[in-house]
């Protein structure tokens, strides 16, 4: 089964029962709902997971995305799991019973209602007859080593870590490596021959697989943060494209987006003050002066304090900066201020 999508049945994604044999090689799941597993019940079979992606799946006792049992034998490798979440333990995976093996995947903000040991919320277990993890990221899990969360009856196989994936934007459910991403070039090549990660991108980048479906640092960028948008279009109709509206800070898509670049007078001083993403690679944009409208030149650095930089939403900062007027000659009368975007 390659590249398949499992969207938001109501009765699980894939129920594999014993004698199958089966691959699942870049799927997604998502928003499914079962009783145990909610995307996929594996009771008995041999299944090897590859390159997939699990979002959102839900299960009203344990295995929020999988659940592995009677005597199965399933391996999993550079799977992501995501916002699943099970009423009991589990809230990815609950394996029983079971050979289980799971390699250079993330598993990072499931939930489970059974909290008293905080690893339930990613991955839990029983009677193995054999299970390890090796290089990937586990929340909870304590990360290999001394630490490692024992009670998830999965052997720690090396190489695992429980830190935040850096996720390039995950409220927006973009779910790829963004900068610095610990899983970059953090897995095993030998647990995954295949060609191309869960979007067809080439598996391995850099000559080390990374950990997670996706392969690659996805950078800051508009056509990272919005795949499916145009950056010419004008999502909310507000009558700035869906590039300035990003540019500035704001979701393309939301009605509230308000594109604004404010210039202000206090104690004598000027001052300028507009929102933008944090770390964008492709918005920076650069300040224009001109003392008439026609003739533009750069703002330089030295005209320019920082002021401020405060977050004032997710994926949102607002950046206040004073003007330097001594620095500025010939502008003693009027300045025009513009922010030119690529
Ligand atoms: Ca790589
Ligand atoms: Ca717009």
Known sequence: MIGSYFG??????????TGANVIIDDCVFEGNRSDHGGALYIGGATVTILDSLFID????????????????DVSVANGTFTGNDAFTVGGAIHHASSTFDISNTIVYGNQA???????????????????TARHSIIEHSGGSGASWAGEMNLAD?????????????????????GPGSPGLDGGLNSTNGTATDVRGDARIA???????????????????????LSPDGDENANGFTNLTDYAYGYHPASPD??????????????????????????????LEKSPDLDQWDPLVESELSEVSTITVAPNR????L????????????TIFIRRELP
């Open 322 to 333: 004073q003007l330097l007027p001594a620095s500025l000659p010939g502008y003693e009368d």
């Open 113 to 131: 209602g059974f909290d008293d040991l905080p690893s339930n919320s990613s991955i839990s277990g029983s009677n193995p007859v054999s299970a």
């Open 257 to 286: 987006a308000r594109p604004r670049l404010d210039f202000y007078e206090e104690d004598g001083s000027l001052f300028l003050r507009y929102t933008l993403w944090p770390e964008t690679a492709d918005v920076e944009g650069s």
């Open 8 to 17: 938001n049945n109501d009765d699980r994604g894939l129920i594999v029962v």
């Open 206 to 228: 850099g000559g080390t697989i990374d950990i997670g479906c996706h392969e690659g640092e996805a950078a800051r960028v508009f056509s990272n943060f919005f795949p499916h």
């Open 157 to 177: 196989g090396g190489q695992n870590l429980d830190v935040d994936p850096l996720f390039l934007y995950p409220e927006g459910g973009i779910y790829r490596l």
């Open 57 to 72: 799946n839900q299960a009203d006792e344990s295995g929020g995305a999988i659940n592995v049992t009677q005597s199965a």
């Open 317 to 320: 900062i607002e950046q206040t």
